[in-house]
């Protein structure tokens, strides 16, 4: 069965540390997003890919970094100049061009928790 | 980004019909959606509508758009406790971007 797979399903963090957050597809999708989730604020985007190799910055971008090496994979990485990282990380994929249209699919997410 | 904007909270009773509201921003949206997110997982695409439609309808959901007024609304027939959870409404002009409103919670009360 094709989907996005997001991994680890819960994440904890120390002060300082970075961590990175996997998101894989297996649906031949060109785009990749990363959304971040706070209560009662709906999604936010992080960045987002449309080819391999090329990659743009979304709303909140500051404190994180994205690599797309391969089309099937977006890993996010939340550095320690992030100062509010605690959230639930989203990550999406679709087509492009006309097919982009009928919508994203959404990974399960990863709760990232600052401890 | 462009702004959606839904109302956080719906309570509706078992078997009554739930309507949850959108509005958007965008005159140029194209595609407007309606997701689900159940408790700590992603969300899922429930329907769309195009731009040029006034109306859609799938088994227990309508999806009604006034692009005057840039108002879209979910109703849901006989609501059921299983369809407890965050509804997103969300729009698209080019396809590329996404634009998601805050999400409402909706609670049906056996």
């Known amino acids: 069965d094709g989907g996005i797979t997001q991994s680890p399903k819960y994440l904890f963090r120390k002060e300082g540390q970075n961590v990175t957050l996997s998101c894989e597809q297996n649906l031949n999708h060109d785009a990749m997003y990363w959304y971040r989730q706070d209560p009662g604020q709906g999604l936010r985007l992080i960045y987002y890919s449309q080819i391999v190799n090329d990659f743009q910055k979304g709303d909140i971008a500051e404190g994180y970094s994205v690599s797309r090496e391969k089309k099937e994979s977006f890993p996010l990485t939340v550095t320690s100049a992030q100062k509010n990282p605690t959230a639930f990380y989203l990550c999406?994929?679709?087509?492009?061009?006309?097919?982009?249209?009928?919508?994203?699919?959404f990974g399960s997410g990863t709760r990232l928790t600052v401890v | 980004g462009e702004d959606v904007e839904q109302s956080l909270f719906l309570s509706v009773r078992e078997g009554d019909s739930s309507v949850i509201n959108c509005t958007y921003t965008?005159?140029?949206?194209?595609?407007l959606y309606w997701y689900k997110q159940e408790p700590g997982a992603g969300l899922q695409l429930l329907t769309y509508i195009f731009s040029n439609m006034d109306m859609k309808q799938d088994q227990r959901l309508t999806v009604l758009l006034n692009k005057k007024d840039k108002h879209l609304s979910l109703r849901i027939a006989d609501t059921q406790t299983g369809d407890s959870a965050i509804y997103f409404c969300a729009e698209s002009y080019t396809g590329n971007q996404f634009y998601f409103g805050t999400g409402t919670s909706l609670t049906v009360i056996p």
């Open positions: 999406a994929s679709t087509r492009t061009g006309t097919e982009a249209f009928y919508g994203y699919t």
């Open positions: 965008d005159s140029s949206s194209t595609y």
